[in-house]
């Protein structure tokens, strides 16, 4: 029986990082399984997953051997401080690459996020190349960004690395995307501009896991960087009408001005930046972004490359979300 591949997993205790460990455990591979929360970690353990509680600042004190390491641990959300974002997703990526380095990893795999792509404006097709390095919408966006730029400097090391940018990952578990559009629909509303016609790419959870071990397994992605999502751009509006029908739940919509909220959403950052005892503001200048503007991606590259193909339709994703819904 050939001895098993092994991969080293940060962020394992997150939505997306719990599928990562799945799918690579499910495809034979002997499993490092990391991440802060020890409850979580245990329960992820079996007889291929090896869990350890280290927080990446930790990763210096760590001597293993390791071949493939996928870092997936980031902070992740729309508001907050930026020392946070640097400790976290920069100077976190940064010890992530000096462990690679010192284990000697034949390649890292890196969760990046297309939120590097967002602006004011309606985008389809968006190929892997088109950021503008100084997009500075939020400070994830910018601390993404720096920490790509810190995987490409690696890659110049000696390291292989691969960069993944998922688009909009939802799913069983999952606390962000659907969550936040219940919670706005208790509170206030959904905002909806030009009647919610505005192209969205999402991604089943299970596809972007399938798409991190495909780029840790492909012979020829050194160096390179892919978007991943479902492949099924759909109407902001339609998207949100199947889900809530799923659900069993009614969506109240509110219908903007996407200028006018933008406006409003840079006086209210303004004010909560000078306020930092202000809870997060309810809406942000990339949440208008993120919802009033068509953003597709072309993911060409990685049907190419890594022969990636969605496993779980868009519509079998929303069944297994309202199925679990609670």
């Known amino acids: 029986m050939p001895h098993p591949k092994h991969v080293f997993i ?4 997150g939505f997306l990082g719990g599928y990562v460990v799945n799918e690579f455990q499910q495809a034979g591979y002997s499993v490092v399984a990391t991440g802060r929360n020890a409850a979580r970690l245990k329960e992820l353990e079996t007889e291929r997953v090896h869990p350890i509680a280290l927080d990446l600042d930790q990763l210096s004190g ?9 870092h997936v641990a980031a902070l992740s959300s729309p508001w907050g401080v ?6 976290h997703n920069v100077d976190g990526t940064q010890h992530v690459i000096d462990a690679c380095l010192a284990n000697g990893a034949k390649r890292l795999v890196y969760v990046s996020s297309p939120s590097i792509y967002s602006g004011r404006s309606h985008r389809l097709g968006i190929r892997e190349a088109e950021v503008d390095p100084n997009n500075n919408l939020n400070y994830y966006i910018r601390s993404k960004i720096m920490a790509e730029k810190l995987v490409r400097q690696a890659q110049a090391r ?12 939802f799913g069983v578990g999952d606390k962000s995307i659907f969550p936040r559009l219940l919670q706005a629909n208790k ?3 959904i905002p909806l501009f030009d009647n919610g016609d505005n192209l969205i790419d999402i ?10 071990r495909l780029a840790a397994e492909s012979p020829v992605v050194s160096g390179r960087v892919y978007n991943l999502t479902n492949g099924e751009p759909r109407r902001f509006k ?3 009408d199947e889900v809530f029908a799923a659900i069993g739940e009614t969506p109240r919509y509110r219908p903007m001005n996407a200028s006018m909220m933008y406006g409003l959403a840079t006086c209210s950052e303004w004010i909560h930046r000078r306020l930092p005892q202000l809870p997060e503001p309810l809406l942000t200048r990339y949440t208008v972004a993120t919802i009033a503007y068509s953003q597709t991606l072309d993911i060409s590259a990685a049907q190419r490359d890594l022969g990636y193909r969605p496993a779980i339709t868009l519509d079998e994703g929303i069944a297994r979300y309202a199925a679990n819904f609670h």
């Open 203 to 212: 991604t089943c959870v299970e596809n972007v896991a399938l798409g991190l």
């Open 238 to 240: 339609q998207v949100l």
């Open 158 to 169: 000696g390291l292989e690395t691969v960069i993944i940018r998922p688009r909009g990952l």
């Open 10 to 13: 940060t962020g394992a205790t």
């Open 187 to 189: 509170r206030l509303g």
């Open 62 to 70: 760590y001597h293993e051997p390791l071949e493939t390491v996928v």
């Open 82 to 87: 930026w020392r946070d974002f640097q400790k």
